[in-house]
């Protein structure tokens, strides 16, 4: 089964600072990988995927991030982050599920973004 | 748009009782699913369904069974509620498999508290 290591819970930053969040998967095979950000008191939202072609990976509000297969990791990056982007960010790794062959998505501890003036 | 609906955003509940989170979609999806989500844990999945009157165990089912008797609505039951299940549950569903469209819509979720 897969499983994901977002490596800091807590991330503080100053805005106009770039930022990283880090996140490794545990399996070389195959993989969808994929970002979620979770605004205060909302639901998660799609921030960008891959599922091939391209290891780098544009997504909404500024944000990328790159495929490594080597070192099975997909970190998020943003060259210039706002104070609106304080928000928690989950990475996920697809991961076959049940008798089906259906899929589910795996999801890692997250990793909580603050921006600070 | 697309739009996944919890029915309730708020519950408090006595140890004990019966509880049932509704989560309806109008995107006409296939598949929908049940995390819960706790501090320091991220999301955990409970149950899922790839069609209606489907299920399938996630992670941690022990406590939880769900329904699906049509393919907008997708119920999550705690029979007998408890302390340890205090926490945001959240609803999700994505039209096809994941890696051809690659994206759950999300609720905004139920924010349980049990006493």
């Known amino acids: 089964a897969q499983s994901v290591t977002q490596l800091d819970s807590q991330v503080p930053v100053f805005e106009e600072a770039p930022v990283e969040l880090r996140c490794n998967y545990s399996s070389s095979v195959s993989v969808y990988l994929f970002w979620y950000v979770q605004y205060p008191n909302q639901g998660l939202q799609l921030l960008l995927k891959y599922l091939s072609g391209s290891t780098l990976v544009k997504g909404i509000n500024g944000f990328e991030a790159e495929f490594n297969k080597s070192q099975t990791s997909f970190h998020l990056r943003k060259p210039s982050v706002h104070i609106s982007d304080t928000a928690e960010y989950f990475c996920?790794?697809?991961?076959?599920?049940?008798?089906?062959?259906?899929?589910?998505?795996?999801f890692g501890k997250g990793t909580k973004l603050t921006v600070n003036p | 748009d697309v739009k996944v609906t919890q029915s309730s955003r708020y519950l408090v509940k006595r140890t004990g009782e019966k509880v049932f989170l509704e989560c309806v979609q109008d995107?006409?999806?296939?598949?929908m699913f049940w995390y819960r989500q706790d501090p320091g844990l991220g999301l955990r999945l409970i149950y899922f369904?790839?069609?209606?009157?489907?299920?399938e165990k996630g992670d941690i089912p022990e406590g939880y069974s769900v329904s699906r008797e049509k393919k907008e609505r997708f119920s999550l039951i705690l029979e007998s509620a408890s302390t340890n299940q205090t926490s945001m549950y959240l609803c999700?569903?994505?039209?096809?498999?994941?890696?051809?469209?690659?994206?759950?819509?999300f609720g905004e979720g139920s924010r349980l508290t049990v006493l």
């Open positions: 999700a569903s994505s039209l096809y498999i994941l890696s051809n469209t690659g994206e759950l819509f």
């Open positions: 995107m006409d999806h296939e598949n």
């Open positions: 369904s790839y069609d209606v009157k489907m299920k």
């Open positions: 996920a790794v697809s991961d076959l599920a049940g008798q089906g062959g259906s899929e589910k998505l795996v």
